[in-house]
């Protein structure tokens, strides 16, 4: 969803989750090679970017009071690698409408970087192309060049390779309904890809991993048997309660469920709405009342 009014955007800013995300190892620049067949979500935040004060200031605000807000904001930084690359610098007011949760494996701040990124093209009337606007994004994170495109997508490299999907296999996903949810524990992704360091025999081997993508594209592979993360052997040989919560909804409800991103989060596909509630229950209990359970779709049709 977008709006431009004069100066002003409000652009929705979606949450991701990695259908399939097989870190294969570790490189000499100390990122890792991965590959991730990622998706957006129809779930997210929403930014508003009004042009407005003196030239070079940002006025930035959230709704939510526990999102920093100065430099070490990602919106803050998207802003100023903005102005280094363009020279434009017009005085912002930034308003994040935050849905996502943080540090959850959702991609949340990536978003809110590439989509500051997206509005800023905009309103400066498009100075940068894609590429440019995608090199920008990864000197951010590596998670934010996928943000820029509103469409499933396989990332190779530490992220930034993007390999958009024919429309008829994106469009398998999109509309897809899931369910996720994620306790209130935090896990820090350096943490997580230095447990994979540690431990080389945990990464998967990428040859395997094209091949079974390939095998999904054409479509000798279903969905549900695609699902792997690297990173769930990590979290959960320390996380113990979440292997104990995927066996209970596989025997209990025969869903098929996987963490998202370094977690921890995590997603179930939902073949039948009415599968949601006995998922909530069943996720209340292991965890608690405040836990974050969202349904939701796959796709960016906001
Ligand atoms: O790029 P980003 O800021 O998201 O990376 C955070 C940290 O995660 C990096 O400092 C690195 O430790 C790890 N990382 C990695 N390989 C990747 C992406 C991230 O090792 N492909």
Redesign the pocket.
Same mark, same amino acid.
């Given at each position: 969803m977008r709006v431009k009014t004069n100066s002003t955007m409000r652009l929705f800013s979606p949450a991701k989750v990695n259908l399939l995300l097989a870190?294969t190892g570790?490189?000499d620049d +100390?990122?890792?090679?991965?590959v991730s067949l990622v998706t957006p979500l129809e779930f997210g935040d929403f930014i508003e970017v009004a042009v407005s004060g003196d030239a070079g200031s940002i006025q930035f605000t959230c709704s939510e009071s526990s999102v920093p807000l100065g430099a070490d904001n990602l919106v803050v930084q998207a802003v100023e690698a903005f102005r280094r690359g363009t020279g434009w610098d017009l005085g912002l007011n930034i308003h994040l409408e935050k849905h996502i949760p943080m540090e959850a494996g959702l991609g949340g701040g990536?978003s809110n970087a590439a989509t500051t990124l997206l509005a800023l093209n905009e309103l400066a009337e498009k100075p940068l192309e894609m590429e440019a606007l995608s090199e920008l994004a990864?000197t951010?994170?590596?998670?934010?060049p996928l943000f820029l495109h509103r469409a499933p997508l396989i990332m190779r +490299?530490? +992220?930034e390779q993007i390999e958009h999907l024919p429309a008829e296999v994106s469009g398998s996903l999109e509309g897809q309904a899931i369910a996720v949810f994620k306790p209130s524990i935090g896990i820090s992704?350096?943490w997580?890809? +230095?447990v994979l360091?540690g431990h080389p025999s945990y990464y998967a081997d990428s040859v395997a991993v094209e091949n079974r993508l390939e095998s999904w594209r054409k479509g000798e592979l279903s969905l549900k048997d695609l699902l792997h993360n690297s990173f769930e052997r990590p979290v959960f040989e320390k996380f113990v309660a979440f292997p104990t919560l995927f066996d209970r909804i596989r025997s209990e409800l025969g869903l098929h469920l996987l963490m998202s991103g370094?977690g921890a989060s995590c997603f179930c596909l939902l073949p039948d709405m009415a599968m949601q509630e006995p998922l909530e229950v069943i996720v209340k209990d292991a965890f608690s009342d405040s836990v974050f359970f969202k349904v939701c779709r796959l796709g960016a049709n906001v």
């Open positions: 870190v570790k490189r +100390g990122f890792h090679d991965l990536s990864a951010l994170g590596s998670d934010c +490299g530490r +992220g992704t350096p997580a890809y +230095g360091a370094s």
